[in-house]
């Protein structure tokens, strides 16, 4: 694993709508490789490989879960709203990062603190409108510096733990990462069997946004998304809910709530990585949405489509983890199958 890019892509702020940071680092690294990228107007960024049939698309979003400043009031608290799902639990306490136009400053999210609670307030979960921001700044400094829209990103560094990696942001950052070392290997391959648009998506987070304005425009015959799926196997948790087991594969996604995948293109990818000994795991998820919908039906050819997903603990907080072997399959399962997409029938 190169841990040095991976490490990078997790610590570069890019809220929903607010990528340009992000995508730009990524279009300077595949200059560097002599591969050439395009922006569209949403600000998705596109590297194209190949030239025939089938059309493949694959979408690894580069948006962050964040926050907004929606107030400051008269001692400098900095109130706050959600871009993304958020469980108030994992916001208490925890760091962040405003980024103001004079650069970024830091701040700790604050709430009622425990000593002070009754018995009944103690048996409740934090509420997002009880929690604040706290700047360490003098009250006309804080309204000065951070207006109203003001992005917020959680504050935490990537760091190995035993076999695996935990960081802020790895999702969807561990997906950018794999499309992104993926494309360096495919870029070599002489003659790629079909044309194979690598779309790192905006705006997921928050609506499945970019991969549908890129899907309308590239018009795929295959979608393969990139995203993360719940790792639960922790503690308490029974065995019909763990979803997927982390160290044991990557994911081949089945389903999700916004999504079921095209049988056939699960079957061909279960194939591919049996005969190249990649470990895989499949993916029934009962919630959630990827930008493996984008693909399917809203790009006017009902693509057919699934996700290669990366098992991940402690999904949307400051300390997701997923595993080394995990992550490598999932490269390896990307690369395989797009060299032997030619292979595929889209009849089924």
Request: a negative charge; one cysteine or more; aromatic letters at 4%.
């Amino acid at each position: 694993m190169n841990f040095e890019l991976l490490e990078k892509i997790t610590q570069i702020p890019a809220a929903p709508g607010y990528e340009k940071q992000l995508t730009s680092f990524l279009k300077h690294h595949f200059d560097k490789k002599g591969i050439s990228s395009e922006t569209d107007r949403m600000g998705n960024l596109t590297v194209t490989l190949g030239n025939g049939d089938p059309v493949v698309m694959s979408a690894a979003h580069v948006d962050e879960i964040s926050l907004i400043s929606t107030h400051v009031d008269k001692e400098g608290f900095v109130k706050f709203s959600t871009l993304g799902g958020f469980d108030p639990r994992t916001l208490y306490t925890q760091c962040v990062n405003l980024h103001t136009k004079e650069g970024s400053i830091p701040g700790v999210i604050g709430g009622m603190p425990a000593h002070i609670l009754t018995d009944e307030e103690k048996s409740k979960a934090p509420k997002i409108e009880n929690l604040y921001i706290d700047c360490g700044l003098p009250a006309d400094e804080v309204q000065r510096l951070i207006p109203n829209g003001t992005l917020i990103t959680q504050d935490r560094p990537c760091r190995k733990i035993g076999n695996n990696i935990t960081s802020k942001a790895l999702d969807n950052r561990v997906s950018v990462y794999m499309l992104a070392e993926a494309v360096e290997r495919l870029a070599k391959v002489e003659a790629l069997p079909c044309t194979f648009h690598a779309v790192f998506s905006v705006q997921e987070e928050v609506g499945i946004r970019g991969a549908r304005v890129a899907a309308q425009r590239i018009q795929p015959d295959i979608g393969i998304a990139l995203d993360i799926t719940l790792a639960a196997d922790t503690p308490g948790v029974e065995e019909a809910r763990k979803i997927t087991l982390l160290g044991q594969g990557t994911a081949i996604k089945i389903m999700d709530r916004s999504v079921i995948a095209t049988e056939p293109l699960v079957t061909f990818m279960e194939d591919v990585a049996k005969e190249n000994d990649v470990a895989y795991q499949r993916e029934v998820l009962t919630a959630g949405g990827t930008d493996t919908s984008g693909m399917q039906y809203l790009a006017g050819l009902a693509s057919h489509v699934t996700c290669i997903s990366t098992p991940t603990r402690y999904v949307h907080s400051s300390v997701e983890m997923c595993n080394g072997d995990d992550i490598d399959n999932g490269i390896s399962l990307l690369e395989h199958t797009i060299t032997a997409i030619n292979r595929y029938s889209m009849d089924g």
